[in-house]
């Protein structure tokens, strides 16, 4: 099996809460980036963007989201704000991947989204390659045009996940997959 295949078949998520020190230091990360934004690109629209969160910028997002969700739902005990403040705290690093869709392109907003997709799991799938671990989360901030704002993103954006990198502080087991007879058919006229 060749080292690419032999890649796909071993990838999987660690929990974000798994993720330590270090993260890709930058010239790596410049790297997984510059592959990750090879992605199949319908119409070469560029329909995605990057947004890094480290450091307090992790702890001061959260709380403006923690924010949000109080607003939102006044009756949220303590413990569910708590976990939305510090939701962005755990993994060194974590790359919002944003879909930044052209309403007058002729290529389907689907296949913008699925381009952006494609960056988010490059990301991770380099990642892997490069010995670190990743997530891809999105949660509710994700899909709220309030938490676009807290992110600058315009209106014609949207984020795709938050891909939470670091290195993994346990061997996380793979969990059990699909097998392919189910889900493989051949078409025939």
């Not at 992790?58 to 510090?86: V, Y």
């Not at 869709?101 to 002729?106: E, R």
């Not at 899909?143 to 993994?168: K, Q, S």
Request: charged share 20%.
């Amino acid at each position: 099996m060749s080292a690419a295949l032999s890649l796909l078949q071993q990838r999987h998520s660690v929990p974000s809460r798994q993720l330590g020190e270090p993260a890709p230091d930058e010239a790596t990360l410049h790297e997984l980036l510059e592959a990750a934004i090879r992605v199949p690109d319908h119409g070469r629209l560029v329909p995605f963007r990057l947004i890094r969160l480290e450091g307090a910028a992790k702890l001061a997002f959260g709380e403006r989201l923690a924010a949000i969700a109080i607003r939102n739902h006044p009756e949220m005990s303590d413990a569910k704000l708590e976990k939305e403040r510090t939701r962005y705290t755990f993994a060194p690093l974590v790359i919002a991947v944003v879909a930044r869709l052209h309403a007058d392109s002729t290529v389907p907003e689907i296949e913008q989204k699925l381009c952006a997709g494609n960056v988010a799991y490059s990301i991770l799938l380099g990642a892997y390659a490069l010995g670190y671990g990743g997530q891809w989360l999105t949660g509710w901030a994700a899909y709220d045009r309030e938490a676009a704002g807290v992110l600058g993103l315009a209106d014609n954006e949207h984020v795709v996940g938050f891909v939470h990198l670091g290195t993994p502080q346990i061997d996380v087991p793979d969990r059990e997959r699909p097998a392919l007879e189910e889900l493989l058919s051949t078409w025939a006229p």
